[in-house]
């Protein structure tokens, strides 16, 4: 459910779950964990491309599967804090290609991406707090330094869907791409990986800088996160949106 390819120091991650908008399940966020840790210590991988489906980057957490999990092992142990980490300690240059719906993590994962390309069509939204739940991806503390406050508040708490428009504006997306989306973005990364591999590792570091803070805070969002499952407001919630699904 994530194919993967590898052309001129390009490495391409596709979700490809099209029937289920490509809701991310434990698999999947194994088999992209995978990718980022394995192209760390990868001379051959210069940069790495998170894709999704036409009219679909991912409705995010396939709750069903999620929950499936999450009862059984410690939200330390999942596969999605195993992805988060995996973020926070990726090495090499991240570019992601949006089309249509961009849903919880689909949201907060591109704040670790180096370039974010978005079709016209994309909708961007983050219904944490709307479940019951808090932001996770350490995007509480990157959100603001990214957005602001006032705009950090709006899509992660408030839950508002921001366009690409929005989110350009807001410093989330690069560039909007009348056109060929996935083109732009796999160009973008075949000109990063065509340059200087040590300069760039090394101008990327300065730039991202120390990044202890934010693995602890991937970590305290991980542990509120799990907390809140059990809470009363946040299981009603959850009724209410499986209720919702199958009506």
Do not use: W
């Not at 249509?100 to 983050?126: E, N």
Request: aromatic letters at 6%; one cysteine or more.
């Amino acid at each position: 459910m994530i194919t993967q390819s590898l052309q001129d120091g390009v490495r391409t991650l596709r979700l490809d779950r099209p029937e289920k908008k490509n809701a991310l399940t434990g698999e999947m966020y194994t088999a992209l964990a995978e990718a980022l840790e394995t192209g760390n210590t990868d001379d051959n991988v210069r940069c790495q491309v998170i894709c999704g489906q036409p009219e679909a980057f991912t409705a995010g957490n396939d709750i069903g599967d999620f929950l499936a999990y999450a009862g059984k092992v410690e939200m330390g142990k999942t596969p999605v804090v195993r992805f988060l980490r995996a973020l926070v300690g990726n090495e090499k240059p991240l570019v992601a290609s949006l089309d249509g719906v961009a849903v919880g993590v689909g949201a907060t994962l591109l704040m670790h991406c180096d370039m974010v390309f978005a079709s016209p069509r994309t909708v961007i939204k983050s219904p944490f707090v709307d479940l019951g739940l808090v932001p996770e991806a350490g995007s509480s503390l990157l959100g603001p330094q990214i957005m602001g406050y006032a705009r950090a508040f709006e899509l992660l708490v408030l839950g508002n869907a921001f366009s690409a428009e929005k989110a350009q504006q807001a410093g989330l997306v690069n560039e909007v791409v009348d056109g060929d989306v996935d083109a732009a973005a796999l160009a973008c990364a075949r000109e990063i990986a065509s340059k200087p591999p040590q300069a760039l590792a090394l101008s990327r570091k300065l730039l991202r800088g120390e990044t202890s803070v934010l693995a602890e805070r991937v970590e305290e969002e991980a542990k509120i996160f799990a907390e809140r499952l059990t809470a009363p407001e946040t299981v009603q919630a959850f009724q209410a949106f499986m209720m919702k699904k199958r009506a």
